[in-house]
């Protein structure tokens, strides 16, 4: 009994010196910012009275004089802004050595062009754009945006981001917060969008052209982003290669653009399994998502389709290589040959949008949460920048972190075989 009251008393206590300091913080503040604004208050007195012995007392004076008088009085009258919780820092580099980037530092910094940047920023600015208060300016919009995609492009932590630009910690992580929340609202559902018809008709015509595959509108695929573990359900997390991460499952067309992403599910979860949580399978299994149009392909009819890998399941609208099991023939290993040689702009756009972005390359070390959120932003980005013509640097790519290899597809395949042997015949003429 005397242990838990000694107890209750060091804890009330520690309770009674943290709000004693906390009201004796605050009281000094308050007095700081008190004692500014009387020092203001007495140097514009102090002002007013020396200028009007000034006129008083002088009785010749020229326009030129008094108006520089005049103009030196109402400088002194404009008091300065109080501001209690602001720290100096270091500003040099984004005020002086920023504007003078040429289109080469610009890419090399930002991963993209001054021209797409303001643009970016025009987009943004209604969700993004502060407003000033009585004890502080508010940081610039274009700094914020700016220190966002710094984030993005390096992945660096806060600290370092915040000496860079002259700011805290916390003002780096509440940028990328509120970057990635405009991006999500106004930037991800303008450029990642299910295709409309005529859009799925330039898809395919596309694929056509270039690979001669027929009714093809993409290219699916899985790729594992690497996150800190969380405290809850780690294990969920932790994928077949030993490390922490979450999946983000893409939909590519022949150019490498997304039009279908979906992102957050724990690295643990077979692709196939987070296939099926999509709105994807929803809506494509039931018939509501790619229109009707289709055309005999090797004596079947056929619709427009994407394709995969053998870890996801044949169905009508999505296609997959025949599984090697030593038994393949010619015709086989043809139609696999082909169907790979599309199916690795998938691939090839994942590689991009890491090199581009690499805080989806390294280990994030932020909240799940805003980790998925920055996945879905750098999605949308890519397709800003490749849609823009930005200049994508070789010299971006790094070794890729060793990923969970493919899994044999969970569950029956029920559908697309005919249409899998029809496009065997039609690409062995």
């Given at each position: 009994?005397?242990?838990?009251?000694?107890?209750?008393?060091?804890?009330?206590?520690?309770?009674?010196?943290?709000?004693?300091?906390?009201?004796?913080?605050?009281?000094?503040?308050?007095?700081?910012?008190?004692?500014?604004?009387?020092?203001?208050?007495?140097?514009?007195?102090?002002?007013?009275?020396?200028?009007?012995?000034?006129?008083?007392?002088?009785?010749?004076?020229?326009?030129?004089?008094?108006?520089?008088?005049?103009?030196?009085?109402?400088?002194?009258?404009?008091?300065?802004?109080?501001?209690?919780?602001?720290?100096?820092?270091?500003?040099?580099?984004?005020?002086?050595?920023?504007?003078?980037?040429?289109?080469?530092?610009?890419v090399e910094n930002f991963r993209m062009?001054?021209?797409?940047?303001?643009?970016?920023?025009?987009?943004?600015?209604?969700?993004?754009?502060?407003?000033?208060?009585?004890?502080?300016?508010?940081?610039?919009?274009?700094?914020?945006?700016?220190?966002?995609?710094?984030?993005?492009?390096?992945?660096?932590?806060?600290?370092?981001?915040?000496?860079?630009?002259?700011?805290?910690?916390?003002?780096?992580?509440?940028?990328?917060?509120?970057?990635?929340?405009?991006?999500?609202?106004?930037?991800?559902?303008?450029?990642?969008?299910?295709?409309?018809?005529?859009?799925?008709?330039?898809m395919a015509a596309y694929t056509e052209?270039?690979?001669?595959?027929?009714?093809?509108?993409?290219?699916?695929?899985?790729?594992?982003?690497?996150?800190?573990?969380?405290?809850?359900?780690?294990?969920?997390?932790?994928?077949?290669?030993?490390?922490?991460?979450?999946?983000?499952?893409?939909?590519?067309?022949?150019?490498?653009?997304?039009?279908?992403?979906?992102?957050?599910?724990?690295?643990?979860?077979?692709?196939?399994?987070?296939?099926?949580?999509?709105?994807?399978?929803?809506?494509?299994?039931?018939?509501?998502?790619?229109?009707?149009?289709?055309?005999?392909?090797?004596?079947?009819?056929?619709?427009?389709?994407?394709?995969?890998?053998?870890?996801?399941?044949?169905?009508?609208?999505?296609?997959?290589?025949?599984?090697?099991?030593?038994?393949?023939?010619?015709?086989?290993?043809?139609?696999?040959?082909?169907?790979?040689?599309?199916?690795?702009?998938?691939?090839?756009?994942?590689?991009?949008?890491?090199?581009?972005?690499?805080?989806?390359?390294?280990?994030?070390?932020?909240?799940?949460?805003?980790?998925?959120?920055?996945?879905?932003?750098?999605?949308?980005?890519?397709?800003?920048?490749?849609?823009?013509?930005?200049?994508?640097?070789?010299?971006?790519?790094?070794?890729?972190?060793?990923?969970?290899?493919?899994?044999?597809?969970?569950?029956?395949?029920?559908?697309?075989?005919?249409?899998?042997?029809?496009?065997?015949?039609?690409?062995?003429?």
């Amino acid at each position: 009994m005397e242990d838990v009251e000694k107890i209750v008393g060091l804890l009330l206590a520690v309770w009674f010196f943290i709000t004693t300091n906390s009201q004796e913080m605050t009281r000094k503040r308050r007095l700081v910012a008190r004692r500014g604004i009387e020092a203001a208050d007495a140097r514009v007195l102090a002002a007013r009275r020396d200028y009007w012995r000034t006129l008083t007392t002088t009785t010749t004076t020229t326009a030129t004089n008094t108006s520089s008088r005049l103009q030196c009085y109402l400088k002194l009258l404009r008091r300065p802004r109080p501001c209690v919780w602001m720290v100096d820092r270091a500003t040099e580099w984004w005020n002086v050595i920023v504007p003078s980037f040429t289109h080469t530092q610009w890419v090399e910094n930002f991963r993209m062009s001054e021209e797409t940047y303001v643009y970016l920023c025009n987009k943004l600015r209604p969700a993004m754009e502060k407003q000033d208060t009585s004890f502080r300016v508010c940081i610039p919009f274009k700094k914020r945006v700016a220190i966002a995609l710094w984030k993005l492009a390096t992945g660096c932590d806060y600290r370092s981001i915040g000496h860079l630009f002259g700011v805290s910690k916390t003002t780096v992580c509440r940028c990328v917060q509120d970057f990635c929340a405009a991006a999500e609202t106004l930037l991800v559902p303008e450029l990642i969008r299910s295709p409309d018809r005529e859009k799925f008709a330039e898809m395919a015509a596309y694929t056509e052209n270039r690979w001669g595959l027929p009714q093809c509108v993409g290219a699916i695929d899985g790729s594992h982003i690497p996150i800190l573990a969380p405290q809850e359900y780690h294990c969920d997390y932790f994928n077949r290669k030993g490390w922490h991460s979450i999946i983000l499952q893409g939909v590519v067309d022949g150019k490498g653009h997304f039009w279908n992403v979906f992102a957050g599910m724990p690295g643990s979860m077979h692709d196939a399994r987070v296939l099926r949580l999509s709105t994807l399978w929803e809506l494509a299994s039931r018939g509501n998502y790619f229109p009707a149009c289709t055309r005999n392909i090797g004596g079947v009819n056929a619709g427009y389709y994407i394709l995969g890998d053998n870890a996801y399941p044949l169905q009508n609208w999505l296609i997959k290589p025949f599984a090697d099991t030593g038994r393949l023939t010619e015709e086989h290993v043809t139609y696999n040959k082909k169907i790979c040689r599309v199916r690795v702009v998938v691939e090839n756009a994942f590689g991009r949008l890491k090199g581009r972005w690499r805080c989806l390359m390294k280990r994030n070390d932020c909240d799940v949460k805003l980790v998925k959120s920055m996945v879905l932003t750098c999605c949308a980005l890519h397709n800003l920048c490749e849609s823009h013509g930005e200049t994508y640097d070789d010299g971006w790519d790094a070794p890729a972190a060793a990923e969970p290899g493919v899994a044999v597809a969970q569950g029956a395949e029920e559908e697309g075989r005919d249409i899998r042997e029809g496009l065997m015949r039609y690409l062995n003429p």
